[in-house]
């Protein structure tokens, strides 16, 4: 798929975020279309998944280390065919399988539970070990928050990927450098973040522009080519990218947009659907 | 009278571990840098393609043992009972426990007979902890015979399993051939109609002992065994508690929220009878040998028969 196809689905992605948050009344919209992009080249390009049988055998894995994004995980499956788009304003509603967080056991295509930060890496290092000890040939990729690698499993996880030369195993950070406080510079900085991950032992690709869609192709086929090591992908990315008022503001880290917002977002992408139509 | 043969479950579990590696070829061990305390080095050592040292990182092990769930093995994830349920309760929680997956945590070195190394490494909370969590199943071996039969059990079972395991060696007390585990099936040792004792894990033995001495003051006492706590035999329970009137339970952990609090939610709802619960008195252990230890804390034979009598005086 070009580019351009990938950035119109990135645009629908988001829009699903928007109306699956303001249907919900409560959420996180910022973090979630910071990584629209990168939800919209796995699920719609890297992936070898197959939305129709979401349990697939010998698929690739994609675990959101970041849960509290579940709005664009859910909105890029929907989007990709795994659940109707129409059921993303169900999010966080009573009786609906769109649970506030990512959960294994009631959303189609959702390869693991998470949300607890921290913790979701574990995971998909476990899985990518489990890839490599069944004879299996499948990737493993997993998204964390640069707030998230705060928290000290993450390096446990870390150490022991490199320890193992996972090189099924991809490690996306959303930089988008806001966490709920504040800035991470300001709050409990993880910087610098490459130079962490290189000195455990990673193959490390500072993604400049997080929202470039080619960039991101870029980065993952470099992270496809590596071998011997885990590969993390640090990717600089706008908070709350496409809806104006949202950007660059971590007052939009968890909260919805009322109606007369919503309208505002909505028009927002309109506009850059439309202006990516005229291409 | 020959001499009672001694086991530390620990090691039956170790020694289980490389029994079954062959008919269990999905089954994986996990270690975080107690192989050699935990015992699963004996696994190690026959399969050391599938034992995975995660270093000394117990909150990444239990979601490495996810993932490898996911992958379709049958991961066992080792380490003692203070990190597994207490260190690592949240990613068992979350990362285990909610998505509901085929591990099976294996936690050692259970209860003050850890002894030396004292209250920081005695985890007398972790039944409690992990009675918690929705479709956890839990099984406390009263000794090396149960502790192999609850290894294999686990390994049968879908789903996530906590086992514990002790570290200091125990009589061997169900070396019998009509010996059949199964969780969620207590076992009546002994029949008795004037108290029952329901006891679990190494306290078993105690309460047996205690039965002799009690049956010699003329009191006649039913012994329980409860090796699964979750889910519980409340029928084997209520059925006691209906007979005797009065109910001991006993068990080398806190008093709250273990085997003592599962009994009495139990009888609460089903057959309200008095309760004493023998175990840690909402107090941290200390240094000092195993069965130094288990006489102070009345968790011995002696101790346990002194606490029902006072219980029935």
């Known amino acids: 798929m070009d580019n351009l196809e990938l950035m119109k689905h990135a645009n629908d992605v988001r829009k699903g975020i928007v109306a699956a948050v303001h249907g919900a009344k409560a959420g996180h919209p910022g973090g979630s279309l910071s990584a629209a992009d990168i939800f919209t080249f796995l699920y719609f390009e890297e992936m070898n998944i197959d939305p129709k049988d979401p349990k697939m055998e010998g698929r690739d894995r994609f675990v959101l ?40 056991q009631h959303v189609p295509g959702v390869d693991m539970s998470s949300g607890s930060l921290g913790q979701g890496i574990s995971a998909a290092v476990g899985m990518a070990l489990g ?22 499993q993450v390096w446990e996880a870390a150490m022991f990927a490199g320890h193992r030369k996972l090189d099924n195993l991809v490690v996306i950070v959303d930089n988008n450098g806001l966490q709920i406080d504040g800035s991470i510079d300001d709050v409990c900085s993880p910087n610098p973040i490459d130079k962490k991950f290189e000195a455990f032992n990673f193959h490390v690709i500072n993604l400049k522009d997080g929202n470039d869609m080619e960039q991101i192709r870029a980065a993952f086929a470099e992270a496809r080519a590596t071998k011997g090591k885990p590969t993390a992908i640090i990717a600089h990315t706008l908070k709350g990218k496409g809806v104006s008022y949202m950007e660059g503001s971590v007052d939009w880290h968890g909260k919805a947009p009322n109606d007369e917002e919503f309208e505002i977002a909505m028009a927002d992408l309109e506009r850059i659907g439309e202006a990516l139509c005229q291409k | 009278m020959s001499e009672v043969k001694k086991m530390a479950t620990r090691e039956a579990y170790g020694k289980a571990l490389a029994e079954f590696g062959d008919s269990y070829p999905d089954m994986v061990v996990l270690d975080a840098d107690l192989a050699a305390a935990t015992k699963t080095g004996v696994f190690k050592k ?20 996810a993932g ?34 085929n591990v099976k945590i294996g936690a050692t070195h259970a209860g003050i007979t850890v002894g030396e190394d004292g209250a920081s490494h005695q985890c007398n909370e972790d039944i409690a902890l992990m009675r918690t969590i929705p479709g956890m199943t839990i099984l406390n071996p009263s000794d090396a015979v149960e502790a192999r039969a609850c290894v294999k059990a686990a390994l049968d079972h879908q789903g996530p399993v906590y086992m514990r395991f002790g570290r200091a060696a125990v009589p061997v007390i169900n070396d019998r051939p009509d010996y059949h585990f199964e969780i969620g099936k207590g076992q009546l040792l002994r029949e008795g109609t004037d108290v029952t004792i329901v006891a679990t894990g190494i306290l078993v033995n105690s309460a047996l002992e205690a039965a ?33 009137g009065k109910v001991v339970t006993a068990e080398e952990h806190s008093i709250i929220g273990g085997l003592g609090g599962a009994v009495c939610e139990a009888l609460c709802e089903n057959a309200p009878v008095p309760v004493y619960r023998i175990g840690m008195r909402d107090v941290f252990g200390e240094s000092g040998s195993a069965a130094a230890l288990l006489v102070k804390y009345r968790l011995d034979g002696e101790g346990v028969y002194g606490q029902v009598k006072e219980f029935l005086a």
């Open chain 2, 212 to 244: 002799e001495k009690l049956a010699a003051d003329g009191i006649s006492a039913e012994v329980i065994n409860i090796c699964t706590i979750k889910p519980l035999d409340v029928d084997l329970i209520v059925k006691s508690a209906k007979k005797t």
């Open chain 1, 131 to 152: 890839a490599r000890m069944t004879g299996q040939s499948f990737r493993v990729y997993t998204l964390l928050g640069d707030g998230e690698i705060e928290e000290g």
């Open chain 2, 68 to 101: 490898l769930s996911l992958t379709g093995k049958i991961p066992v994830a080792s380490t003692f009972a203070m990190f597994a349920a207490g260190r690592a309760f949240e990613q068992v929680r979350n990362a285990i426990g909610y998505p509901h997956l």
């Open chain 2, 46 to 65: 026959k399969f050391p393609d599938r034992h995975i040292d995660c270093g000394i990182a117990e909150a990444n092990m239990m979601g490495i043992a």
């Open chain 1, 65 to 104: 280390s970041k849960g509290h994004t579940a709005p664009g995980l859910y909105s890029a499956l929907a989007n990709r065919g795994y659940f109707p788009v129409e059921d993303l304003p169900t999010l966080r509603h009573l009786g609906s399988y769109l649970q506030g967080h990512p959960c294994i």
